[in-house]
């Protein structure tokens, strides 16, 4: 009797062990014990996870504040030079006057509106160009050269051309942040295409797809990684472009307000504009993080 009833309990166990019903259906207890024990898996991980990011904020606030600390303290004590590092107080006073005035508000706007012309504009050319490479790799090694010549020149050197073609105005900053961004932009692009799986677009050539069916199906999609890594670098580099432009020629914009400042030795100042500018950047990559994060959510792993 003992070893038929060992027969049938083996008999109701499923495929890992698991006791399942009378007609071989998983048992509702063990089920419902496994799907508890995966949600119970689950809110640890996420409290693991949210302790790791509070001790990270934590331990970058001690940081700052250490650094200001001690900043501050050095001034006082004339260990620092106020005169030519200025104190975190001083900065405090000039970016509290600018916000109520409304001053920063109007400059960080314009350098925004600038910088976000420029990024759009130069990131659509030079993705465009930059995938358009893979169709030919004739004209590749024809405009390589080109290319890393015109990446190779200082964006501060075409100031006064740019000047020169586009005015003083408002197309001026936009071309030089769009200068700044395109060959970063082309070249993550081109190397986005030049990683793709050689497999992967054998498969579909010999299940008899086009060139355009590749590079729809394949290329893009295994280039907006690098596509989107571009994207973060050119954040910089458009703002970089569209501060230059202000220090060149214009009568308003946080570069306007860097350059006056430093000319008349106002440090704090110049600190207070440099914090509105680490805002605006701040801002565009979070933006493009969030668009990267729906376009790819394959991207957030797990640590």
């Known amino acids: 009797m003992t070893g038929r009833s060992e027969i049938a309990e083996a008999e109701r166990a499923g495929p890992g062990g698991s006791v399942t019903g009378a007609r071989g259906d998983p048992d ?33 606030f001690v940081l700052v504040a250490g650094l200001l600390v001690l900043w501050e303290y050095g001034v006082r004590a004339h260990y620092i030079s106020g005169f030519l590092f200025g104190s975190p107080s001083a900065v405090w006073h000039f970016l509290v006057k600018g916000i109520e005035d409304g001053s920063t508000f109007r400059d ?13 504009l130069g990131n659509a050319i030079g993705a465009a160009i930059g995938l358009a490479l893979w169709y030919s790799p004739f004209f590749e090694r024809v ?16 100031a006064p051309l740019v000047i020169v073609w586009a005015g003083t ?6 071309l030089m942040s769009t200068l700044s961004v395109v060959v970063v932009a082309l070249l993550a692009a081109f190397d986005g295409t030049r990683s793709t799986d050689p497999l992967e677009m054998n498969l579909l050539y010999s299940m008899g797809a086009t060139k355009w069916q590749v590079f729809r199906l394949v290329v893009v999609p295994s280039s907006l990684t690098h596509i989107f890594s571009g994207l973060k670098l050119a954040v910089g580099f458009a703002l970089i ?27 704090p100042k110049v600190f207070s504009s440099l914090l509105a500018t680490i805002v605006i950047a701040l801002a565009f990559v979070q933006i493009v993080g969030r668009i990267e994060r729906v376009l790819m959510p394959w991207r957030r792993v797990a640590r």
């Not at 063990?30 to 996420?46: H, I, M, P, S, V």
């Not at 946080?254 to 000319?263: D, E, M, P, S, T």
């Open 169 to 174: 105005g408002l197309a001026s900053k936009v």
């Open 28 to 60: 509702p207890a063990r089920t419902e014990a496994a799907l508890a024990a995966g949600a119970a898996q689950g809110r640890k991980r996420r409290a693991a996870e949210r302790r790791r990011t509070a001790f990270v904020v934590l331990t970058q």
């Open 108 to 120: 960080m706007y314009i350098t925004s509106e600038e910088t976000a012309l420029g990024f759009l």
């Open 143 to 158: 405009l390589t050269p080109f290319i890393l010549a015109l990446g190779s020149i200082p964006i501060i050197a075409l």
């Open 241 to 267: 472009g569209a501060i230059i432009g202000e220090f060149i020629s214009s009568s308003v914009g946080l570069g306007h307000a860097i350059f006056i400042a430093g000319n008349l030795y106002n440090i």
